[in-house]
Structures are given as C-alpha cells and as structure tokens.
C-alpha cells in the first residue's frame, strides 16, 4: 500500500504564493504519473497539474503560467509552487500517483486565498 501525505496549505492573501508537497511512501520513479488534483466546495475534482515519468507534464488552463510542478526523487516528494493564487483557486488539494494499475490519493490539504 502506497502512502501520500501532503503538506503546505494554508491561508494566503490574493497574489500570493505557497508550496504544496507530497511526501510518498515508496519511490516516486516506480509511478506512471504524479499530480495535484483539487476540490472546491459543490464541485468536482479536477487535475491541476500532472507529470508522467516520461517527464511530460500537463496544466490546468486556470493555472498555466502560475503553478509549477516538480519532484524530487531523492526525496520521493513531489511539489506544486503555486503563485499569483486567486480566490478562485481555493479548493482542499490531492496528491495523486497512478502506477498503471493502481490510484492513489493523498488526505488533502486545504488551501484558502482571501484577504
């Protein structure tokens, strides 16, 4: 069983920034793709950001240009800089692995930006 534990959430005041990571219990080489998923209250969840171990990566229009996404294999942690946040990108924040056969997900950390 695989473990993702996310950190980094918080209340932010619009245009700043913070930094999502997920620590993985396992290697994060041995998954076909990582990624940050996020919920807002009354909607669905949706991707974010992803990376395949290809070493493609794919962004959510909403957040092009804002958000990047990066890993640290020494570390299994994967990371999401988010800066520039909007109200707009308050939601709860999943880390997501996929190895192919199996998904998994992280608790979720809630991220607020409101001034």
């Known amino acids: 069983q695989v473990q993702l534990v996310e950190s980094g959430g918080g209340l932010v005041q619009p245009g700043g920034s913070l930094r999502l990571s997920c620590i993985a219990s396992r290697s994060i080489v041995s998954f076909y793709s990582m990624g940050w998923y996020r919920q807002a209250p009354g909607k669905q969840r949706e991707l974010v950001a992803e990376?395949?171990?290809?070493?493609?990566?794919n962004y959510a229009e909403s957040v092009k240009g804002r958000f990047t996404i990066s890993s640290d294999n020494a570390k299994n942690t994967l990371y999401l800089q988010m800066n520039s946040l909007k109200p707009e990108d308050t939601a709860v924040y999943y880390c997501h692995a996929n190895n192919i056969v199996n998904d998994y997900w992280g608790q979720g950390t809630q991220v607020t930006v409101s001034s």
């Open positions: 990376v395949r171990r290809v070493g493609s990566t």
